[in-house]
RNA sequence: GCGCCCGUAGCUCAGUUGGAUAGAGCGCGGGACUUCUAAUCCUGAGGCCGCAGGUUCGAAUCCUGCCGGGCGCACCA
């Protein structure tokens, strides 16, 4: 039990002793009743809006509740006051001691401090990356790749059971281009010279593909009709493709759990559509033009259609084309159908900032195949603007030139790309400039972060050097201006939950920016006045307490870049 | 025309899901330090939270309507 979810539940007591004294009215609804830090710590340690929240249902002042409620907390051994203030609010002062029992408690849970239960029994599938197996990873995948990860192992951190999850979309149309661009390779591996026309993949990765099939077929299908050679191609070089994708994920130390192919569907696409049809969501029909801009090819065709607009959508959605082959709404229908009949509690996607008018019509499929139980999640993810000393990158998808994530990788490093990429929410515009992202200054968060893990670990080593025998640390030694640190590493587990319920890692980035800084400014101490310093070589006890006490900091900085994904260093260089 | 996202300090962004006097970094003003706990630090100024209403004890946060920016708008994936 965390130091929030103890507090809290002190309130609760004490509201439940007022309620029995008959101070209270019964039967009062206290779900919206919080015990937080408030925002200025000049009002304490933590705050509750209990009075004010519930002065309305039981008929009461909030001040009058607001005393009663003071008056009992008070007395407990952990409070050492307890404020009535503003409006109503009760401000509550921890006893120092607290924090020094935090201290030895984030110590004995080590990379476990953090953790919660509140996603125990539930399982989460999040499906992120999902990249068309058409080319290597380039940037534009990265960001979504990184969160989706990130926001997996928050979950999974919080308690949930989570799936990770890639969805290969390996039947379309992109994929015979694909399949095709690859025989003109083949071609190529076996002497001849080609040119790629425009409209297939012209990129040198398909180079090796090409060797591959020439190795394992020989000249077999230079000379043969497509349909002797364009399945096996197609299977083939999506293999072949699929394996370097996960390589390239691999470089950013992600493995996802299941790889799920479309193509492997095949009658999963008619159960969906059936699922529908027996509910009543699927009819023969035609669509309206779509108004405003007039589209020149536009013509009235019967398709088989799924009632999107009954659950919030703007328009019914073809599941068929008029030509009566699935669309690939269809498929991703059948393929949600599927993770829900694999029993998942909540779906999480990630997309693409292109795909945000594909999100309405997904979630309605979900709703309606779940007669509204399963909520979708679907997080959007901007852009990248890859920049280079302020200047724009310049990328060309024609001619197959774009910013590959292995080169970027290769570049800055898989901790510094996976840090850059959660240090904004995901639905905001996000600059990652090369020269930036290495620097080392206060600008930059990872460098800062990392920077503040060195530090601690440097610290340890200069008392062993400088021989200093350290005896079992003391936190009786500890003033509370060290006791601000234990705070500030206290609030861990709150932002895991925080994190976790509003699905967004960034949050994770951001506490951890703040708590380096608070031990920067700790340490900052140091240089004027050399008291305060971590390591005092006349006084091995303080310097013991001071150790441990940045000894739970390291740890939680550690936990947290390993919920990022990212590894501490112990020193930069 | 419709839908979604966004609008917070000069700039880049946070903002604990409705809490108290709205925060951080950069930049700007002032100061400290000639060092190794300075790959800086302290401090100050800077705000109509796009605008106008509404909901309530209380709104940057929720609702409505405008204004401004981005994205998407039948069979592609």
Known sequence: MSLYQRFSAHVADALAALTAAGDLPAGLDTRAVTVEPPR??????????????????????????????????????????????????????????????????????????????????????????????????HMGHCRGAVVGDALASVLAYAGYGVTREYYINDAGGQVDTLARSAHLRYREALGETIAIPEGFYPGDYLVPVGEALARDHGDRYVGAPEAEWLALFRRETVALMMIRIREDLKLLGIEQDVYFSEASLGNRVQEAL????????????????????????????????????????????????????????????????????????????????????????????????????????????????????????????????????????????????????????????????????????????????????????????????AGIVLPDPDFALLDDTDLALVKAAAQWPRIVEQAAEAREPHRIAFYLGDLAAAFHTHWNLGNDDPQRRLVLADNPALTAARLALADAVGQVIRNGLSVMGVEAANELH
């Open 274 to 465: 059936e699922t529908l049809d027996a509910k009543g969501l699927i009819y023969e029909g035609v669509l309206e033009a779509p108004k405003g801009e007039t589209a020149e090819d536009w013509e009235p065709r019967p398709q088989t259609l799924f009632r999107a607009s009954r659950f919030g959508d703007d328009s019914d959605r073809a599941m068929k084309k008029s030509d009566g082959s699935w669309t690939y709404f269809a498929g991703d229908v059948a393929y949600h159908w599927d993770k829900l009949a694999r029993g998942y509690d909540a779906l999480v996607d990630m997309f693409g900032a292109d795909h945000g008018g594909y999100v309405k019509r997904m979630q309605a499929a979900v709703k309606a195949l779940s007669d509204g139980k399963v909520p979708l999640d679907i997080k959007i993810v901007q852009m990248v603007k890859l920049l280079r000393a302020g200047e724009p990158v310049k990328m060309s998808k024609r001619s197959g030139n774009f910013v590959t994530l292995a080169d970027v990788v290769d570049e800055v490093g898989k901790d510094v790309v996976r840090f850059i990429m959660l240090t904004k929410r995901s639905d905001s515009q996000l600059d990652f400039d090369f020269a930036k992202v290495v620097e080392q200054s206060r600008d930059n968060p990872v460098f800062y972060v990392q920077y503040a893990h060195a530090r601690i670990a440097s610290a340890r080593r200069k008392a062993v050097e």
């Open 40 to 137: 200025d710590p000049t009002h304490g340690d933590l705050a509750t809006n209990a009075a004010m929240v519930l002065a309305r249902p039981s008929g009461m002042k909030p001040r009058d509740i607001a005393i009663m409620l003071a008056q009992k907390l008070a007395r407990l051994p952990d409070i050492e006051a307890a404020e009535v203030a503003g409006p109503g609010f009760i401000n509550l002062t921890l006893r120092p001691d607290v924090w020094r029992a935090e201290l030895r408690h984030i110590a004995a849970e080590a990379s476990d401090y953090g953790r919660s239960t509140m996603g125990a029994d539930h399982r989460v599938n999040v499906e992120y990356v999902s990249a068309n197996p058409t080319g290597p990873m």
